[in-house]
């Protein structure tokens, strides 16, 4: 045949020039864009759901050809890796590097226990989420690593995904990773952060494996949004989601097979590993098909076009009919591939989080923090664009703004006091930040323990609840509890000021504001003395496969610490003790939870946000204009709220002052 | 089951496809085993694929698309590929034996099949002819309600086709983009991706198509015949049409708004080389697509940042904007971690970035925003191992401005240290084996040594980390740490110590190991990085160990080079050691001497004796004991005696 078409080997075409261009060039100018090689979804025993998409492989087999003709003259010239594994394959890799790197994650920092070549070595720890294996790792040498694959934990499920990058990044990581130096270094050329900031695919494919790790845990839940009028809008939005599809969503059939949910590992150590990384979440059987569904149509040929799930499933359930019309004058969106109809309204809720660091001590100032975020549900026809000033920027010591991308943001944010946006369907977030409390802490005082025996502790909290809180600010509840974790309640002895207290095997729970009595327009003071007495401590000896950050326990030490019985401290010789076999905290951790002793305060508060932040229903304009009521409510929660114990060890931080 | 099947055995149930296909994903030799299968697996899947009640139709799909590379095609296959994906198509969708997701699924498995089977090159042009023509008729029909999402399929099948054999579809840009601006439902934005490719390709192949003629009828559709003739159409596509195609960007630029974030992706990744080679002001993309780093969404913010990375001259002056607000991302709660941790790395790139642009500037801002590097109660492990990186990166900045700016940088480089280190100073007390005692120990090196060059032959790094504050804040904590020694190393005998010191790496590597501290240092290590090692193993075990220290007894410590050591007064000044040389005496014994000579053993023989006595003493009884001390004084007078 007498014809030749661009995508071809270079080597015989006609088309030399263009063929080259379209292969190395080519690529290398759309570098920006995201694709994905393949997907693998893995349960502790074996693969659940593999989806592979030959034409990007097909785009990377060509990709690696060229970077191999050219990389010919350099000295450090080799083959990457260019095929797929299959299944076996990869699951034998990801198992054989899970035991090498000590868990599922790995290790992230560089330990004794790393060896060359594997992610720990490169001493980050974004390494346990960006991770590289090796296939068939007895039968080749150099060119096996596949990288780099996404790994995203949901429940017991590992999900996998690997993006299309340039052959030559791959090749810079391998240097990374096998390097003869100690260990990242910052400023350096060619580092893991350059590689990072270059390659969106990255980023993409971490969308891609949330979304699908949302699907798998059945997590579609929308972000809420509540009515402040009426006690709950459920009905009518069950019925709205009903309506367009997005309920199908968990109610669909099962899969005529049933996958293989059993997660008994083949050995002991391993299973450890994995029940640190993956809190279980109740193992539910697979739905595949929704995946096959989601995959397949949010990105076909491997490129992902929408990841949002409920316009993906109401597209496949409902399809369009001949009554939904484009808009007359405008292009609809490809996120809002449906336009709402009926009664119209808004709702905004401002959804705030409180974490908070109490010391009660004078060289460590206490901490509090707000994360929040307006939740948006617009029940407009058409496509409108709406506006609203964001009043309380002022008082509010709003930090970070950043919205959803249906909002519009001005290059120059001079005037970041108003926000306009043209809202999609359904739930959404319209806007998140980060700010200080314009109140006071809702919950302010301390906690003490004291341990006057080895088993026994003796405690006491005065706190103080909504102190300057004024009348719409309604505490719907407040509870306090104190775990231990390494220890086992006996027996309790206490009466607080107010609220009850119950007990289980490794906590005190006190409620002090019971739902239904929501404390309004009032603060209340709380104290609470006891006593709690623990089962004897006993040692607790590690399982070898979590000696974690691997420093073997010097027998000399050991004897040492022994030797201290003579110290007249009990608490220091307790503590002593029981922090010499704390298990290494998970690097996702904020600090090893289990070295403190503290109190966690759950609590909701209603009525007003606590940052100040707050939307005017008056305010808010609709272009073109309609007549739709606005409402608008808020919810405060408890997220980190903790008090350490005053008498005893705590985490902090340094302040950022100049 | 069997491992082989018979030749003969064709899968036609449901349940015979589920086990084919768990073969051929499983690989190997349950894969192998159907290879006598491949030239036929098409028909008998197309087939099954065309009965009503087949349950599987949509999973056969995908594992056609999926293993498509592995079939033999026969022309005769195409033929039945293309009449059934045609029979499909034009079938009403019922909703149940042919739905809509079906006729999608079909058209993506079937373009699929015809690029990586490479149909256009191998076969007659007339199957991938035929294709584009069922595809391009599909999406002639802007507007039409039912079948949007088909059609918005259909765009993508051609768009990936355009993407194998680029200006496969430039003839006909001027349809496709009049499609494109009819288009008003959500599929819009496959039919805006689609002309963008296209326009992408005729700038990048630099072709002379004009995309505003429609001449070139849409259907019947024929493959261009500068892509059928070879190398001969490149004499002429010399100039593009610049003003049309400008035309076409501008058009392009007012659309993005109805694009996915990942929709958009796609989209800058196309514009951006276009907007170079047609030489448009970056500042309209800027003002266009600046406001997505501000959305929370991670891949928008990335496409900004590379935006940036293409145009940074337009984005001169909004550097600490950027970097400000990669921070703002990286506190951002509500984010996955792996979010904040790219966030941080996203900045640590860009400063690497902009360091290479201009090294004051980056130096400058990186030193005030130092203060939002600062690690907080809640962050995750990792974030405060990142982020001490970044107080890392910034003191380097405070030293090398030091010397420009006289000012109290030294004093900020310990602040800096010291602050840093609070978040994780739960190390002290934390068994030697905690998560907090890796982050701080890896903090240290970065502070340490993340300002040098990481060559050992750089004879200028030993001075710069010597003269650097953070060594001299180090040093000190070394002078305090010497008391633990006796705790630390007293176990341990002295040679191994003076391994550390002197007998190069080897050793150390094994010393680190034993202490379990990352093995830092590998063959081709200067002697900047033994001085190093030597005051973090020294602080460590102080950290690990010391709770037991001698307290405050001195003790003297000599150290002795067995090789060559440069600099070695310097260590031991820094360390308060002394220097000594061989040999020394060390638990009795001639340290360095050859054990053959014999006045070594001198002391040993002596100490030997010595120890014969104590022990003669110990193993008298009471009673001979007494006997003795009574029998001496008595012969006292006569041993006198004995004297005159």
Redesign the interface.
Known sequence: ????????EPSSS?????SC??IGS?DR??????SIRAIWILNSLD?VV??????V??RWQAACKSENENASEESFSYAVYSLL?????LASAFVERKQREGSARGF?????Q?SKGSDSWV????T??IVGLYINKEEEGENNLLWPLILHIKGNYFIIVLPLVEPRYLKAYTRLCKR??????????D????????L?S???A??VA?AIGDIISADVAEPEVVVSASPSVGGLLDSLTGSIGISGISSRAKP??APVASSVPSNTAVAGAVAADAPKIGSRPLDKDAL??FI??SM??G??????HSNIFT??VN??????????D????????YLYKGKQRMLFTVHE?I?A?MYDRDEIPD?I?V?G?INCRAELEGLPDVSFPLTGLNTAHV???????C?????H?ADKQAVMF?PPLGNF?L??Y?ATCSLGPPIKGFYQLSMVSEDKGAFLFKLHLMEGYKAPLTMEFCTVSMPFPRRRVVSFDGIPSIGTVSTTEHSVEWKIVTSGRGLSGRSIEATFPGTVKFAPWQTQRLPSSR????????E??DV??E??NNVVNIEEFL??KM????P?????????WQ?YEYAKVSFKIVGASLSGMSIDPKAVSIYPAVKAPIDFSTQVTS??YILWNTLG?C???????? | MTDIPPAAFKPVSPQDWETLIDDFQYGGLRRHKWTTLSPVLLDLALSSILKRDFPLKLHLLLFLEEFSDSFLLEPISLDRLLDSLRLVIQSPADGFHITLPLKDQFLVSTTSIFISLDVFNKFDIRYAESLVELLLIIVNRPNHGPDRQTRAVACECLRELERFYPCLLSDIAGHLWSLCQNERTHASQSYILLFTLVIHNIVALESNVSVLNTSVPLVPFNVPQSLLAGGSSNSTNTCLNYKELRRAMAFLLESPQVLTPCGMVEFMAMITPVAISLELQPSMLKVQFFGMVYSYNPILCHVVLMLYLRFMDAFDGQESEIARRLMLMSREAQHYLVFRLLALHWLMGFNELISSREVKKKKAMAVEMRLSFYPRVFDPLALKALKLDLLAFCSICIESLKSESASDAGKSVDKLFGDGLVSVSAFKWLPPGSTETAVAFRAFREFLIGGSSHSATDPSTIRTLLESTIFNTLQQYGRWSQYAYGGAFGGKGMTEDLGIVSKGYGPTILKWQEDGIFPLVQTDIGQIWKICLYVLVKMRTYFNQAQSALGGVALKYEMVSVEDVRNINCLADLLSYKVASLPMKYLGLLLGASFKAKNIWDGVVEKIEKSLAGWKRLYLSKGGRITLIKGTPSNLPIAKLRDL
């Open positions: 045949m007498g014809f030749k078409i661009g995508y071809q006609p088309l030399l020039q263009i261009w379209s080519r100018a759309m570098s920006g864009g995201c693969s593999f989806s592979r998409f030959p034409v492989e097909k594994p299959a299944d076996s394959e992230g920092i560089r330990v004794s790393s001493d980050d720890p974004i346990r989420h003869s130096d100690c260990g990242n270094a910052i400023g350096a050329d580092s893991l952060s350059s590689l990072l900031l270059d969106p990255i980023t993409g971490f969308m949330h005529v097979a096959r569904t397949s149509s076909p040929f490129t992902p076009l929408d990841l949002s597209i496949k399809g369009f009919s001949s009554s939904d019309l484009p808009p007359p405008l292009k609809q969106p490809a996120w809002k591939p989080t974490h660091a901490n923090s994360s975020q930090e970070g703004l950043s919205f959803h991308p909002a519009q943001v001005p290059e944010r043209s977030v806007m998140r980060q000696s974690g950050f691997g420093i073997i326990a010097d000399d030490s040492e610490t030797n201290c503590m002593d922090s010499n076999d704390l290494p905290a998970d690097l996702e951790e904020p600090f090893c070295a997220g980190d060890k985490p902090s931080t340094a302040a950022e002052k100049a």
